[in-house]
């Protein structure tokens, strides 16, 4: 889909306030609101905009504790994968997971309360997914940066 400025502006808008209202928004971006719901309508049809959410914080919930976990795959099969793909989607912690190139098949970002609550994460369930053969695992020390919006 090709975006003009305004399009652009509305979408950078969103990105920070998806609460604004189709007045604000229009008012924001120098038009009137029919079009301007005209134009976010449009975006939410070609699946641009995929979701409004809200941005909790992590902290405040007790998820500190931000980890990194590449894993090593036992065999690379389409099979493989899809078993993995699978376990991996229906677990909570697991905020994101990445399919790479290189010698770390996966890598998973987790949100967890503590070190305990990571030992207990390994042991009691990505140690027992028989298609992981290696798991390297970093904890982060400190947030410096975390963006939602998407540089446009």
């Known amino acids: 889909m ?27 971006v ?10 976010v309508k449009e975006m939410e049809e070609a699946g641009l905009i995929r979701a409004y959410v809200a ?8 998820l500190g504790t931000c980890v990194w976990v590449r894993v090593k795959l036992k065999q690379h099969s389409a099979d493989v994968l899809d078993r993995f793909e699978q376990v991996v989607k229906g677990c909570d912690e697991v ?6 190139l290189g010698e770390t098949d996966c890598l998973l970002k987790l949100y967890l309360p503590s070190l305990e609550a990571l030992s207990a994460f390994m042991h009691n369930f990505l140690l027992k997914i028989p298609e992981i053969d290696v798991t390297h695992s970093s904890v982060a020390l400190r947030e410096i940066k975390n963006e939602t919006a998407l540089p446009l």
């Open 30 to 39: 120098g038009m009137s609101p029919s079009p301007c719901w005209r134009r």
């Open 95 to 100: 905020v994101e997971c990445y399919e790479l």
């Open 55 to 62: 941005l909790v914080d992590r902290q405040k919930l007790g």
């Open 2 to 28: 090709k975006l003009d400025q305004t399009q652009l502006r509305i979408l950078s808008l969103l990105q920070k306030d998806s609460t604004l209202s189709t007045q604000a928004l229009a008012d924001k």
